[in-house]
DNA sequence: AATTTTTGCTAACGAACGTTAGGTTGTATA
DNA sequence: TATACAACCTAACGTTCGTTAGCAAAAATT
């Protein structure tokens, strides 16, 4: 038995693993269990000894990158440090995330709409739970004056489409660490260009 | 005659905007000719009495938007400014033609890749033209030390994703104008937070 | 008044969709 | 060695998909 349940579901994380490639570079709609199953080299209908439907698995994608987000921000809290310091590493754990799995952001991005209505309003829930432990750090940060005063949600939202679209070039072989894009995104937008 | 040219296509042009909102809220592949129908309160099969196929929408509204932002950055260049005069140009005319019409804009950003392709390929170069526009004003400018050096694709990409992301939030009755609202972008990512 | 054009309909096509039912095989556990 | 189960198969289901054919009414043009 202690064989059997290590390997239990290992075929099922390779479907999703497949899954999460093909709804990135097509789309979840347009991605049919007939592609994943070619993907997979066996039949369509194989595919449910292992999983129970097709959002199944875009429901899996989803809400486990919710939950690595939000354990990453956990982690990377530090209410003592200043705002400045405090929004250096909340972006630097945010970009860790998405530079960990980049195929699996991106369809957390873009594919969530596709949720049916319950878990998508949950998924809403969880992103703007998420997105507030941003906002606050950016108020906190004008408030004391450390940063400028200006609109808090243009500037989060700023900050979050800045960093969501790492997913988009990023490369585990490329020059830069994921620390270090994380630092230069920090850079850019708390000193801009100019600094 | 001339009444006659003056309402040609007109009803094609109804049958396009609806599409480009059903194509913003549902996404292209999960968008059916008789969801459009049904929007347009008429048979699916009608709808082919005024558009060749469902991709022709497609095409139409990322090719559209593609000229849109050609033309707003022609009208925008004064090669006799500062780089960072020129950016902040930049940015506000690539606002505008967000703001202008934030439904083919969503499309146009998130869809195109459902060109089949050769229009696919079209758009891609299309693209690749145009981001090289805002490239060359950010290693002008740190080339003259006006800005801080750093990657430039990097800039460029951050840069991006900050300004298309405005389609996400904006409304024609919210307190910012779109000159306003490229302006603030221009002031974020040029002088960041804390200035 | 005759005509062309626009706009829409019903009926239907073949293809693809997500999914289920029921059965076979090989491997690991008891 | 008997048993359980994971893994996959073929066949097929009802539905939806984009689209075509052929026709009818209405509106605009001549």
């Given at each position: 038995?202690?064989?059997?349940?290590?390997?239990?579901?290992?075929?099922?994380?390779?479907?999703?693993?497949?899954?999460?490639?093909?709804?990135?570079?097509?789309?979840?709609?347009?991605?049919?269990?007939?592609?994943?199953?070619?993907?997979?080299?066996?039949?369509?209908?194989?595919?449910?000894?292992?999983?129970?439907?097709?959002?199944?698995?875009?429901?899996?994608?989803?809400?486990?990158?919710a939950d690595t987000f939000f354990a990453?921000?956990?982690?990377?809290?530090?209410?003592?440090?200043?705002?400045?310091?405090?929004?250096e590493n909340a972006i630097v754990a945010h970009v860790k995330v998405i530079t960990d799995d980049v195929a699996a952001s991106a369809v957390f991005f873009n594919e969530w709409r596709h949720l049916s209505a319950d878990p998508l309003a949950e998924f809403k829930k969880l992103r703007d739970e998420y997105e507030a432990i941003f906002r606050a750090i950016l108020a906190a940060g004008?408030?004391?004056?450390?940063?400028?005063?200006?609109?808090?949600?243009?500037?989060?939202?700023?900050?979050?489409?800045?960093?969501?679209?790492?997913?988009?070039?990023?490369q585990p072989e490329g020059s830069k660490t994921p620390e270090e894009i994380g630092r230069e995104i920090s850079r850019l937008l708390i000193y801009g260009l100019k600094d």
């Open positions: 038995m202690i064989t059997a349940k290590a390997k239990k579901g290992e075929r099922k994380r390779e479907i999703a693993a497949k899954a999460t490639e093909l709804f990135r570079t097509k789309g979840y709609a347009a991605t049919s269990m007939r592609d994943l199953a070619k993907a997979m080299e066996i039949e369509a209908a194989s595919l449910y000894s292992h999983i129970k439907s097709k959002e199944e698995l875009l429901h899996g994608i989803c809400f486990r990158m990453a921000q956990k982690e990377a809290a530090s209410p003592e440090l200043s705002a400045t310091e405090q929004l004008m408030q004391e004056s450390e940063f400028r005063t200006q609109s808090v949600n243009f500037t989060t939202l700023t900050l979050f489409s800045a960093m969501n679209v790492i997913y988009t070039w990023y």
